[in-house]
Structure formats: structure tokens, C-alpha cells
């Protein structure tokens, strides 16, 4: 176990539709990643949170949208889902900055869109 | 920003003999290297990294070496098992920021 939680584990649902994926960081790990692994694919980095403030962004769609709240869990919401929007989206979060650690990750939600 | 290439993207052997994974990086500013395993279904795991100021680490049948002069780092398996066939993940971060720049992954498969 990892200490990162995500929900849901999986989901399905329909084009054109949007869903909110939770993440709950280790406790004490200030920073929260969001990837998303399609098939057979590798970890596209999405975005990156510090404590509550953007501090990276990556190949993020304009659909998507992340936050990070005062509690330091994070939300990654997707709206307007098309077919290829279906993958494997991992949160990890590491250490406080300046403490260079591992990236510690969750188990994914595994998004399905028919 | 930082670009890592990794390769090959897929490497088969015989259980017992040795794996090599390889991986390149773009920002010499980048100093601290992990390697991830990920088995089928599952989430990323470290499974060794190594910091710019160590040429090499090993840790029982895993080694990673790194020369930060043609920004290249390696990961080795020796004797390997079928317990080894995963996806393998090399990555590049810059110590003071925590970003982490992942390569495209490598596709493990030892053959019993």
C-alpha cells in the first residue's frame, strides 16, 4: 500500500459526459501528480500540484481540469468525454520540495467511456 | 523542458540471463534518476534510483549506472525470472522542483 487513495477504482460512463476523479496524497506529501496511461501506453504526465497552487502543467486537455484543496487531496475533473479519453489515470504525490523522494503512486481509476 | 527517451521498447529473454534497459535525458540539470516497475494492472513501483553524484547503485539483482557527461543512464537486471516481466519505467527529475519526466517505457518479458 502505497499511502496515495484514489476513487473511484473504476468507471464507466458515455461520450459527452464528465467525471471527477479523487486523489488523497500520503499524509505530509504536499505535492499530487496526475498521469494518464491509454493502453499498452506510457505515464502522460497531465499535471502537477504543490500545495495547493499549479506548479506544472503537461499535455492537460483543455477539457480537463485539476485543483488541489486546502486538505491537499486533489481533483481531476473531465468533461466532454470522447472514446480516447479512455485510460488509466494515476495520482502520485512525493515529498514536501526540496526533499528529493520517491514518487509514491495510487492505484489509478481506470475510466471507460462508451 | 526535459525530454527522456527510453529503450528498447521491448526486450525478450531467456530466464537467468541479463536485461539492459537504456534511457537518455535532455536537461543537464537533472540529478536524480528513478526506475519504476509496473506490473500488469497494477500502479508504478521504485524499484531503484540514483542521484547525480553516484556513478552507480546496486541493489541485489538490480543496478543503475549513470554518466551524467552523455546524460545516459542504464538499468540492469541480472538473472533474471519470470517474476521480472513488466513494464519498466525510467525517469528524470530535477531535485529542488520534483518534477518527474518519464520515459516511454520498456516491456519486460523473461521467458521461463
Known amino acids: 500500500d502505497s499511502g496515495v487513495t484514489q476513487t473511484p477504482k473504476h468507471l464507466i460512463t458515455a461520450t459527452g459526459q464528465r467525471v471527477t476523479l479523487r486523489c488523497s496524497p500520503r499524509s505530509g506529501d504536499l505535492s499530487v501528480y496526475w498521469y494518464q496511461q491509454s493502453l499498452d501506453q506510457g505515464l502522460q504526465f497531465l499535471i502537477q500540484?504543490?500545495?495547493?497552487?499549479?506548479?506544472a502543467k503537461g499535455n492537460i486537455l483543455e477539457r480537463f481540469s485539476a485543483q488541489q484543496f486546502p486538505d491537499l487531496h486533489s481533483e481531476l475533473n473531465l468533461s466532454s468525454l470522447e472514446l480516447g479519453d479512455s485510460a488509466l489515470y494515476f495520482c502520485a504525490s512525493s515529498e514536501r520540495q526540496g526533499v528529493a523522494g520517491e514518487l509514491f503512486f495510487g492505484e489509478g481509476s481506470r475510466l471507460t467511456v462508451l | 523542458g526535459e525530454n527522456v527517451e527510453q529503450h528498447p521498447s521491448t526486450l525478450s529473454v531467456q530466464e537467468g540471463d541479463s536485461a539492459v534497459i537504456k534511457c537518455t535525458y535532455s536537461d543537464s540539470a537533472s540529478n536524480y534518476f528513478p526506475w519504476y516497475k509496473q506490473e500488469l494492472g497494477k500502479r508504478p513501483q521504485l524499484i531503484i534510483d540514483i542521484r547525480s553524484n553516484v556513478g552507480e547503485k546496486k541493489d541485489q539483482r538490480i543496478a543503475v549506472t549513470l554518466n551524467k557527461t552523455a546524460k545516459h543512464f542504464s538499468l540492469h537486471i541480472t538473472e533474471t525470472q519470470p517474476e521480472d516481466s513488466a513494464v519498466y519505467f525510467c525517469a528524470a527529475s530535477i531535485y529542488n522542483f520534483n518534477k518527474f519526466y518519464f520515459g516511454s517505457g520498456t516491456k519486460l518479458n523473461v521467458k521461463p
Open positions: 500540484y504543490y500545495n495547493g497552487e499549479e506548479r
